[in-house]
T-cell receptor, first 114, second 115 residues
Framework: DAGVIQSPRHEVTEMGQEVTLRCKPI?????LFWYRQTMMRGLELLIY????????DSGMPEDRFSAKMPNASFSTLKIQPSEPRDSAVYFC????????????FGPGTRLLVL | AQKITQTQPGMFVQEKEAVTLDCTYD???????LFWYKQPSSGEMIFLIY??????QNATEGRYSLNFQKARKSANLVISASQLGDSAMYFC????????????FGTGTRLTIIP
């Protein structure tokens, strides 16, 4: 079975540009999570969806960040405009109805904003 | 608020020895879940083991076991017969109750297995 799929795996962009990160959760999973990992702050939740509905977005840094989940098999995290301090690894994770205890992570997107 | 504390930033262990990675937690939730993830140098986050707060027995998954001491609020990961491939960062995480599935992570422990 395919795990969580994220694209792109690496992204280098210049300050001020729009960045879109994509995630396809594990088929059948109904919860999707976006995490960010930095040296300074470690792993922190940005937002999570349950049945495509945003449940907790308290970790979204500011208005420059937005996330959508238009259907059960796709989510995006957008940064507009991007800033150097957004450089981090962004992970998407999903969990399922019958295995709600465990979140399975994608490979991450390594973002560098110059 | 939930908090996870991992006090060992780094550990060096001889191959084939057992290793214990420490994790303590703090929460006011009546039920919660505790997780361990492994992050090798390649960067992915690999789920290792889960312990529910009401589980009567300590969780085990192959060479991994979780030493859960509820009264002490600790959830240490034990890796038996360590292998070179166990060298990685290890993160302890907690999920609370009340319908919020958010995971709170510790700062991690970097484990290095010495041949």
């Amino acid at each position: 079975d395919a795990g969580v799929i994220q694209s792109p795996r690496h992204e280098v962009t210049e300050m001020g540009q729009e960045v879109t990160l994509r995630c396809k959760p594990i088929s059948g999973h109904n919860s999707l999570f976006w995490y960010r990992q930095t040296m300074m702050r470690g792993l922190e939740l940005l937002i999570y969806f349950n049945n495509n509905v945003p449940i907790d977005d308290s970790g979204m840094p500011e208005d420059r960040f937005s996330a959508k989940m238009p259907n059960a098999s796709f989510s995006t995290l957008k940064i507009q405009p991007s800033e150097p301090r957004d450089s981090a690894v962004y992970f998407c994770a999903s969990s399922g109805v019958f295995d709600q205890e465990t979140q399975y992570f994608g490979p991450g997107t390594r973002l560098l904003v110059l | 608020a939930q908090k996870i504390t991992q006090t060992q930033p780094g550990m060096f262990v001889q191959e084939k020895e057992a290793v214990t990675l420490d994790c303590t937690y703090d929460t006011s939730d009546p039920s919660y879940g505790l997780f361990w993830y492994k992050q090798p140098s390649s960067g992915e986050m690999i789920f290792l083991i889960y312990q529910g707060s009401y589980d009567q027995q300590n969780a085990t998954e192959g060479r991994y076991s979780l030493n859960f001491q509820k009264a002490r609020k600790s959830a240490n990961l034990v890796i038996s017969a360590s292998q070179l491939g166990d060298s990685a960062m290890y993160f302890c995480a907690m999920r609370g109750s009340g319908g919020n599935e958010k995971l709170t992570f510790g700062t991690g422990t970097r484990l290095t297995i010495i041949p």
